[in-house]
Every structure is written in structure tokens, then in C-alpha cells.
């Protein structure tokens, strides 16, 4: 059972609207689930110090006041912090946020910016993703598909309908797979950290 969630819809909905004025950055709150999702489920835990000046486009965003920026930042953590309980106690469970339109009567779900936020996510930390591109390349091939523009090309020349008639139903159990598959290296890390603690104790 995941317990009650932090992040709630009005405070994804603020977000969303504060992304949609910002003009760098991640300016869509879909994109930013992505984004984040990657992070929450990678092979390393990285500093937020690492990834919010991606979420708003440099060093420092540009808000009216501290207490904005407070705000600001507290709903991006908020989000990723409700992303990783998801995973923690519902992995099985997860499915990304999509967009969805209405194409010749038919309700379409809008996969792109989705993906194109996961890879983003990717790219921080692109050495240690390494593995998982040379072992498990079909795992990252939906999001590959609707997040580049190679992949877009691909989809053309494969027929975008067709296209993304098969493969956008594959992204959500890619993520989940994509999760699985660095379980076991985050449970190795974190038992060396915790060997390096106790050592510390020791000594001191």
C-alpha cells in the first residue's frame, strides 16, 4: 500500500502552471515527470544540488523573492519525493503521466515529452547508465523512439500510427523493467556506504 501522497493534484497543477510561464529549463510538468523519474530510478542517488539548475535552466532560477524560490523548489523535490514512494512501495504500479488528443475521433496518448524529460534524466549521469544501454538496448528503445529525433524519424518511416500504436504501450513496462534492472546496484552501493560508516565509527 503507498502511503498517502505529499504531493498533491493542486500542488502538481501550481507546478505545472509555474513551469508553463518559466521561458528555460523544464517548462512542462510532463517532461518533468520524466526527467525525474530517470533520476528516482538510475543507477546512482544524485544531489538535488546536481539537478534542479536542469529543471531551471542555470545556476540560480529567476524568481520574484526568496520565498518563491522556497516554493518553487519545495514542489520540484515534492514531486520527485512522490515519484520514489511510488517505487518503493508500488513499482509494479507505476505508470507515466501522458497527454492525450484527440486524433479522428480516437483519444491518442502523447508520449514525447514524457520521454524526451527521461532522457534528459539520463544524460546526468551518462557514464553509470552505461550498463544498462550495452545489456538491455530494448529497454530503451520506446523511450529512444519518442524522445529523439532520430526516433522520430523512425517513426515516420515506420508509419506514426502503426508506430505508435505498438510502442507507446511498451513504455510504461520499460520504465518498470529499467527500475528492476538497477535494484540490485543501488543495493550494492548502499551496503558499501553502509560498511564505510560503520568503519568510520570504529575508528573515530
Given at each position: ?27 512542462d510538468i510532463i517532461e518533468l515527470e520524466g526527467f525525474l523519474t530517470a533520476i528516482v530510478i538510475g543507477p546512482n ?160
Amino acid at each position: 500500500m503507498i502511503p498517502a501522497a505529499l504531493f498533491s493534484q493542486r500542488d502538481f497543477d501550481t507546478l505545472a502552471d509555474w513551469l508553463l510561464h518559466r521561458g528555460k529549463g523544464i517548462c512542462d510538468i510532463i517532461e518533468l515527470e520524466g526527467f525525474l523519474t530517470a533520476i528516482v530510478i538510475g543507477p546512482n542517488t544524485l544531489s538535488p544540488l546536481k539537478w534542479l539548475p536542469k529543471v531551471w535552466g542555470g545556476a540560480q532560477p529567476r524568481l520574484r523573492d526568496l520565498n518563491e524560490l522556497n516554493q518553487f523548489t519545495g514542489l520540484v523535490v515534492g514531486f520527485y519525493n512522490d515519484i520514489a514512494l511510488q517505487f518503493d512501495h508500488a513499482p509494479d504500479r507505476f505508470k507515466p503521466t501522458f497527454y492525450e488528443s484527440k486524433v479522428d475521433g480516437k483519444r491518442v496518448q502523447v508520449v514525447d515529452e514524457w520521454c524526451t524529460g527521461f532522457l534528459k534524466g539520463m544524460r546526468l549521469d551518462t557514464t553509470a547508465w552505461r550498463p544498462l544501454k550495452q545489456q538491455r538496448p530494448d529497454l530503451l528503445k520506446p523511450l529512444l523512439l519518442f524522445g529523439t529525433r532520430a526516433g522520430w524519424k523512425e517513426l515516420e518511416a515506420g508509419g506514426e500510427e502503426k508506430m505508435h500504436r505498438i510502442w507507446s504501450r511498451k513504455i510504461a513496462p520499460a520504465v518498470r523493467q529499467i527500475r528492476a534492472f538497477w535494484v540490485p546496484h543501488r543495493r550494492a552501493v548502499h551496503e558499501m556506504q553502509l560498511q564505510m560508516s560503520r568503519q568510520d565509527e570504529k575508528v573515530h
